[in-house]
Structures are given as structure tokens and as C-alpha cells.
């Protein structure tokens, strides 16, 4: 199923009210060991582990898969054996996602044209025509003015209506890419809210690349706490973020970082290829941290839930979500 941009003024009044008529609870549903068993109205409901270990996936319902990371191209090739973004996108081949997100600095250092077209171009440019990017703060750094090599090689993928945030739709789900170096921008936030209003799809999953909350080098990062309101507000499902270079998975919460079974859930996935960063202070609600490993996240979407796994450049698979079903 192609994607399917977003067409702000197709929807009705009664349109953007079937997300609200539709809403449910979303389930988790991990099985590893210190999980506990619950029936639930005739459902089967396992709480998670604080915890939870990689575990087999289970088989999704019918749907479609994407590929997440951010922090991606080093300025290096394939022709070096530590070069590890070729690698990463060795995985995104095998996996063979419908479409590919990034989650910012996609480039380094500077995000140059140059630069993008002799690395970043070498390893996940084979999978350009179906990647959604989103901007990091490297993407800034250009030389040649803030975004302007990212603009560039990615063209109107990435400023489909001549900006640096987009949206657009995929089975049941809405997708929303944004540009978090300019959360301060009224523009952006007005544009936000007039998107999720227009939204008629059951699911939605935003991404930027500085996370609310993170337990790695840079920490929780507030420019995004009003983004995280207004999605929290129209019960999105999952933001996926990069920034700090490590692997990270939250239980649902609010804004305010308070544990909320009808919360957010944050995946933080900034192993796609640049140096990893430590784990400097567990947050709340953080239910799986890995550092100092490189790889991919795939996500298996279906019309009412999302999991993912944590897939490494040795193609083992290092963490696997709880099952969840959009509300």
C-alpha cells in the first residue's frame, strides 16, 4: 500500500470525530519472565516486567513494517571495517520495510550536501525513494545555512509543502514527522494542531529527534514537552526519537513523565550508526536501555496496534516490545 500524503482540508467534521468514537485502551503484552497474567473481559492481559529481555516476537496481524534510526552516516565507507552505518543499512535491505523514518542526524558532522552524497548516499541513500526523514541538530551545523544540505539531498520528501515537518498516512495509521530544532516555532505548533484535527486515521506515531525523556548523555530534553501535550491530548500512540546515541523503550506515560497506561509510549532509537553514547541516569518509566550496540528498529504496524524489535548488525534480535493496540 503506497503512502499516502496528508490532505489537510479533505476532512470532515464528522471524520475527525471517528478517532474519538474509536478510541480503546491499549494493551501490553510482553512475555518474559516477571510478566503476570490477567483476564480481563475474556482477554488474556500480561503486565510487564520492569525488566522485560528480548523475547520471541510474535506473529502481527496483517499489516505493514517500517525501519527507525537516527544517528546515522559517520563520515566513513564500507571500505572500512568500523564504518558501522553501511551495516545498519545492510539491515534495512534484508528487512525490507514498506517505508524508512529517521529520527535526525542523518549526516555528519556539519550535514554538507558533500557529505550526504559521499556517505549518508553510500549505505541508506539505496533507500531514499522511500525514506521520511526527519532533521537533527547536525542538519543545522551546514555551513551553507541551517538545513540546507538536508534539504537538498532529500528534497521534497523531506519539505513536501516547503517546510522542514510533513505528514502523511499509511494503512490505519498517521504519521508525523517533525522538526524539533524549531519547537519554538508558533508556526510549527499551530501547524501540528490543525494536522491532528484533520486526523481520521485510528493510530498516530510522531518523530523528531530531541527526546522528552532519555536516560542517556544528553537527558531529557523540554523543548518537546508542548508537542508531547498536544499528542498526548489526541491520544497518539508512539513518538520514536534519536539524539542520544543508544537504544531506549518507556512504558506509557504523560507529559510530565508520570506512569499513564493511557500515556505515550517513547522509543528512542539513536543506534544507526555514530558512536554510542552511556547511560548516565535511568528515568522513570525506562524499561530497556542497550548501548554500544548498532542496528535498526522494525516495527510491525497493524489497523489497531504497533510492537518492534531491536534488530543488531549481527542480526540478532536484542529487544522485543510489549504488544500494543492503539486507542
Given at each position: 500500500?503506497?503512502l499516502?500524503?496528508?490532505?489537510?482540508?479533505?476532512?470532515?467534521?464528522?471524520?475527525?470525530?471517528?478517532?474519538?468514537?474509536?478510541?480503546?485502551?491499549r494493551?501490553g503484552?510482553?512475555?518474559?519472565?516477571?510478566?503476570?497474567?490477567a483476564?480481563?473481559?475474556g482477554?488474556?492481559?500480561?503486565?510487564?516486567a520492569?525488566?522485560a529481555?528480548?523475547?520471541p516476537?510474535?506473529?502481527?496481524?496483517?499489516?505493514?513494517t517500517?525501519?527507525?534510526?537516527?544517528?546515522?552516516?559517520e563520515?566513513?565507507?564500507?571500505?572500512?571495517?568500523?564504518?558501522k552505518?553501511?551495516?545498519t543499512?545492510?539491515?534495512?535491505k534484508?528487512i525490507?520495510?514498506?517505508?524508512?523514518?529517521?529520527?535526525?542526524?542523518?549526516?555528519?558532522d556539519?550535514?554538507?550536501?558533500?557529505?550526504f552524497?559521499?556517505?549518508y548516499?553510500?549505505?541508506?541513500?539505496?533507500?531514499?525513494?522511500?525514506?521520511?526523514?526527519?532533521?537533527?541538530?547536525?542538519e543545522?551545523?551546514?555551513?551553507?545555512?541551517?538545513?540546507?544540505?538536508y534539504k537538498?539531498?532529500f528534497?521534497s520528501?523531506?519539505y513536501?509543502?516547503?517546510?522542514?515537518?510533513y505528514?502523511?498516512?499509511?494503512?490505519?495509521?498517521h504519521?508525523?514527522?517533525?522538526?524539533?530544532?524549531?519547537?519554538?516555532?508558533?508556526?510549527?505548533?499551530?501547524?501540528?494542531?490543525d494536522?491532528?484535527?484533520?486526523?481520521?486515521?485510528k493510530?498516530?506515531?510522531?518523530?523528531?529527534?530531541?527526546?522528552?525523556?532519555?536516560?542517556g548523555?544528553h537527558g531529557?530534553?523540554?523543548?518537546s514537552?508542548?508537542?508531547?501535550?498536544l499528542?498526548?491530548?489526541?491520544?497518539?500512540?508512539?513518538?520514536l526519537?534519536?539524539?542520544?546515541?543508544h537504544?531506549?523503550?518507556?512504558?506509557p506515560?504523560?507529559?510530565?513523565g508520570?506512569?499513564?497506561?493511557?500515556?505515550i509510549v517513547?522509543l528512542?532509537?539513536?543506534?544507526?550508526?555514530?558512536n554510542p553514547?552511556?547511560?548516565?541516569?535511568?528515568?522513570?518509566?525506562?524499561?530497556?536501555?542497550?548501548?554500544d550496540?548498532?542496528?535498526?528498529?522494525?516495527l510491525?504496524?497493524?489497523?489497531t496496534?504497533?510492537?518492534?524489535?531491536?534488530?543488531?548488525?549481527?542480526?540478532?534480535t536484542?529487544d522485543?516490545?510489549?504488544?500494543?493496540?492503539?486507542r
Amino acid at each position: 500500500m503506497p503512502l499516502t500524503p496528508r490532505a489537510m482540508n479533505s476532512r470532515t467534521p464528522e471524520a475527525r470525530s471517528q478517532k474519538t468514537r474509536s478510541r480503546k485502551a491499549r494493551l501490553g503484552v510482553p512475555v518474559a519472565a516477571g510478566a503476570s497474567l490477567a483476564l480481563v473481559g475474556g482477554v488474556l492481559l500480561w503486565s510487564p516486567a520492569e525488566e522485560a529481555d528480548a523475547s520471541p516476537t510474535a506473529t502481527p496481524r496483517a499489516g505493514f513494517t517500517a525501519v527507525a534510526a537516527g544517528d546515522i552516516a559517520e563520515q566513513c565507507t564500507s571500505s572500512s571495517s568500523s564504518c558501522k552505518h553501511p551495516k545498519t543499512a545492510a539491515l534495512v535491505k534484508q528487512i525490507d520495510p514498506s517505508f524508512v523514518m529517521t529520527m535526525g542526524d542523518n549526516q555528519y558532522d556539519d550535514a554538507r550536501l558533500k557529505d550526504f552524497k559521499n556517505y549518508y548516499d553510500k549505505s541508506w541513500g539505496a533507500f531514499k525513494s522511500k525514506t521520511r526523514p526527519a532533521a537533527g541538530n547536525h542538519e543545522t551545523y551546514d555551513p551553507a545555512g541551517s538545513l540546507a544540505g538536508y534539504k537538498s539531498y532529500f528534497g521534497s520528501v523531506a519539505y513536501p509543502d516547503g517546510k522542514s515537518y510533513y505528514s502523511y498516512d499509511q494503512g490505519n495509521w498517521h504519521f508525523i514527522a517533525l522538526d524539533s530544532n524549531s519547537f519554538d516555532d508558533d508556526e510549527q505548533i499551530d501547524w501540528l494542531k490543525d494536522d491532528l484535527a484533520a486526523n481520521s486515521k485510528k493510530c498516530v506515531a510522531a518523530y523528531w529527534h530531541h527526546p522528552l525523556f532519555s536516560s542517556g548523555e544528553h537527558g531529557n530534553d523540554p523543548v518537546s514537552r508542548p508537542v508531547w501535550k498536544l499528542l498526548y491530548d489526541n491520544k497518539a500512540e508512539l513518538v520514536l526519537n534519536g539524539h542520544d546515541h543508544h537504544y531506549e523503550r518507556f512504558a506509557p506515560q504523560n507529559p510530565d513523565g508520570k506512569a499513564d497506561s493511557n500515556g505515550i509510549v517513547e522509543l528512542l532509537g539513536g543506534m544507526g550508526g555514530a558512536n554510542p553514547y552511556k547511560i548516565e541516569e535511568v528515568q522513570p518509566n525506562s524499561q530497556k536501555r542497550i548501548t554500544d550496540t548498532f542496528g535498526v528498529v522494525k516495527l510491525n504496524f497493524t489497523d489497531t496496534g504497533f510492537s518492534w524489535n531491536l534488530v543488531a548488525t549481527d542480526g540478532s534480535t536484542k529487544d522485543t516490545s510489549p504488544n500494543y493496540t492503539c486507542r
